[in-house]
C-alpha cells in the first residue's frame, strides 16, 4: 500500500532551496527502492547532483533524511474511520487485524521497521516519530475513541503494536516471529480492545 | 541493580586472546560510565592499549561489542522465582511492577534501552539479542509457567515490555511518557495476566 512519493512534499516546509527539494526527491526514491540499510548518503548525494556534506548540512544524517521522506505506509485518514466506527466490542479485533495485515507485506513492514530503527538510533530522529505518530495516529484515534484517558489507550495500543514490531520483525524471537496471522491477532486484539475501551485499573 | 563487571566473563569464549580481553574490559567500564551513546570505538581502544582497527576486528562494530558485554540490568535466576511462584492469579501484577522498577532506575533503563537501541540498529546484534532473551528470561519463564504455549506467552509478555521501552522511553509519547508507576502498572498488568495465564484465543 505504499502512497505516491512526494504527494505530502508540496509546502511542507517554507522556503527550501531547489537542492534540498532534490536531496528529498532522490532519498524517496532511494530509500523506497533499496531499504533504510542499503540506501547511503552517497548515493542519494550523486543522485541529486550534490556534495553529500550538502546533505549532512541540511539533514545531519541518515536517520533524519528517512524521518524527513517516510511516511506511514498507509494513510490514517483513509483506515482509521473504519477501523474505529462499528461495532464498539471488536474494535480491538478490527486494530489487531489491520497492523498485522501491514506487517505482513514486505514493503510497508521494511518503512515501519525503518521508522522504528531511525528512532532507536538518534534522539532527534526519536523526536520525528513522536511527533508523526502523535498527529497522525494518537490524536484521530483518541478522538474517534471520545473515551476518558483516550490519548493515553492511543499510547497503550500503540506500546503493544511498536512491542510486536521490535518481537516479531527487528529482534525475532521464537515462536512469536514464526506465529500465523490469526494465531497472532487472536493473542493480542484483547490486549488492544482492552486498551481502546475498557477501564484501565 | 547493576551486577559486577565481568562476571559472566571467564570461560564464555574459548581461545581468547589477551587483547580481546583487555578491549571487553574496557568496553564494559566505558559503556557502564558514559553509556551507549557517548561511548566511543576510539576512547575503548586507547584505554585496552590498542589500535581501533584491532576493536573493528574483533567486534565489527559498536553495536557488537555493546552486546559483547551487556547483561540485563537484573539477575534473572534471582529474580524470576519470585515472581513467578506465589498467587499465578497476580503474576501478572508482580511482572508489570518489576518491569516498571526496573525502567525507573536511570542506570537499568540505560542499559535496557541501549539493548534496544544495539538490536534495532543491526541485524547481528538483534540476534545476540534474541539469544540472550530466549536463554535468559524466555526459557526460565516458560518453565515456571508449565502451561501450554509457555514459549509463546513469555514471547507475547517480553513483547509489551519491549514495546513499553520505546513508547515511553524511546520514542516518548505522551501522555505514556509521564504518566506514574502505579497508573501504568494497572494498565500493563492486565495484559501480562493475560499472556502468561489466559487463553490466547
Known sequence: MPREAGARRAGRRPGT???RDAILLSARRH???LGYDRATL?????EAGVDPALVAHFFGSKQRLFLSVVELPFEPAE???GLLSGDRESVGERMARFAISVLDDPEARARVVGMVRAAASEPEAARMLRE????SLFTPIAEALGEQDAMLRANLTGSQIVGLVMARHVVGVEPLA???GDALAAAIAPTLQRY??????
Chains 1, 2 share one sequence.
Open 196 to 201: 481502546l475501551t475498557a477501564p484501565l485499573g
Open 79 to 81: 483506515v482509521l474511520p
Open 132 to 135: 508523526l505518530l502523535t498527529r
Open 42 to 46: 552517497r548515493a542519494i548525494a550523486a
Open 17 to 19: 532551496s531547489g537542492t
Open 178 to 180: 514464526s506465529l500465523e
Open 31 to 33: 530509500f523506497a527502492e
